[in-house]
């Protein structure tokens, strides 16, 4: 879709958002609205603050969404090349799917200014804070030795197509067991501590208090019991 196709802008104090003539205005100070709230819940929640006005390319239905993400597995909203890409309330006709979208993109958003901070590991969370954990199922695949093969599968992730839903349903189950093994508020804080540089197995050690072997011991373990 070319850009030039996106003739007004509304903006907030962190979004620009770009849509079509045929777009009311109402609908992007709605997705604006949402997009500021759910940019506030989370800077608090992960102690951090997004450093820089975000683009946001608003689209009225889920098939243009999808053309223009290339990503087939979300028709609601996509962080993708340091953009926003989302479909209009009335597009989805669902406000709760719309705001659930909202939240998992804005945390994306939030989380790209952590440059040691895993992709992966990013995207994961954002998948928490969009309520898509039981989106992509279980993993169905238990060839999964450490958190490496999931940084080697999202780096591939356009490429391989055919195994973009099993990576997703992997970094939800990933979450998933973070959240429950140590808790929410340790989960959330830990991502502060890439703002210092430190790696993951740093990260995770001095937050979660356990040895990275043995972080992934367990953590396989919660994946291969959940595959199908």
């Known amino acids: ?26 609908e992007a100070k709605k997705i604006g ?8 819940k989370y800077s608090q929640r992960l102690h951090l603050t997004l450093s820089r006005n975000i683009d946001v390319i608003l689209i009225n239905s889920s098939d243009k969404l999808k053309r223009e993400a290339k990503l087939k597995l979300f028709d609601d909203g996509i962080f993708k090349g340091n953009k926003i890409y989302l479909v209009t309330v009335t597009g ?17 958003a939030l989380l790209y200014q952590l440059r040691y901070c895993p992709a992966w590991l990013a995207e994961s969370y954002s998948l928490y804070a969009g309520n898509a954990l039981t989106r992509f199922s279980q993993p169905s695949r238990t060839n ?22 099993e990576l997703f349903a992997r970094l939800a189950a990933t ?12 989960v959330e804080s830990m991502f502060s501590q890439f703002y210092g540089g430190k790696s993951l197995d740093e990260a995770f050690e001095f937050i979660f ?12 373990k919660a994946l291969t019991s959940q595959a199908k």
């Open 33 to 40: 609205e949402m997009l500021d709230s759910a940019l506030t």
């Open 209 to 220: 208090g356990e040895k990275m072997q043995d972080i992934e011991r367990e953590w396989v």
């Open 175 to 186: 979450m998933s067991f973070l959240v429950n093994r140590y808790g929410e508020s340790k």
């Open 144 to 165: 999964i030795l450490g958190f490496s093969d999931l940084s080697e599968d999202y780096a591939r992730l356009e490429q391989r197509p055919d195994d973009q839903k």
């Open 92 to 108: 989805l006709n669902d406000e709760v799917k719309t705001r659930d979208a909202v939240a998992r993109v804005a945390t994306r």
């Open 1 to 26: 879709m070319a850009q030039s196709v996106y003739l007004q802008t509304y903006t907030t104090s962190s979004f620009r958002i770009k849509y079509e003539k045929k777009i009311p205005v109402r």
